[in-house]
């Protein structure tokens, strides 16, 4: 299993607008982003708001057997709801370029008791 934790700028003026789109997949999308994810190969994927002098933050955890597969599949995906995620949360929200996979981070520090 692997582990990954990321964090995402929230564009300025959008946390409201983020807000709102974690309630719809909270709630009327539910089921539609369990597809997603299952489909994707996600385990476990957690969000919080971070909010700091820099501007708001997502940050992410995600668990899976393959990091890459989550983030091909939520960038390559004709899925209705996989469109959408990407259109209204990595590109509005976010401002994220979806043409291209973002580069993956490196962990540097960790501690298990």
């Known amino acids: 299993?692997?582990?990954?934790?990321?964090?995402?700028?929230?564009?300025?003026g959008k946390t409201e607008t983020w807000k709102s789109y974690i309630k719809e997949m909270n709630g009327?999308?539910?089921?539609?982003r369990a597809?997603?994810?299952?489909?994707?190969?996600?385990?476990?994927?957690?969000?919080?708001l971070q909010h700091t002098p820099m501007g708001d933050f997502a940050v992410v955890y995600w668990e899976a057997k393959d990091i890459?597969?989550?983030?091909?599949?939520?960038?390559?995906?004709d899925a209705p709801f996989d469109k959408w995620f990407r259109d209204k949360v990595f590109v509005e929200v976010h401002g994220m370029d979806v043409s291209r996979l973002p580069p993956m981070n490196e962990?540097?520090?960790?501690?298990?008791a």
């Not at 299993?1 to 300025?12: E, T, W």
């Not at 009327?28 to 539609?32: D, G, I, L, Q």
């Not at 890459?68 to 995906?77: A, I, T, Y």
């Open 1 to 12: 299993m692997a582990y990954y934790a990321f964090a995402n700028p929230v564009l300025p």
């Open 28 to 32: 009327p999308r539910s089921k539609e």
């Open 35 to 48: 597809e997603s994810r299952k489909r994707v190969g996600l385990t476990l994927e957690r969000v919080w």
């Open 68 to 77: 890459g597969r989550v983030f091909e599949g939520l960038m390559k995906s």
């Open 107 to 112: 962990l540097v520090l960790e501690f298990k």
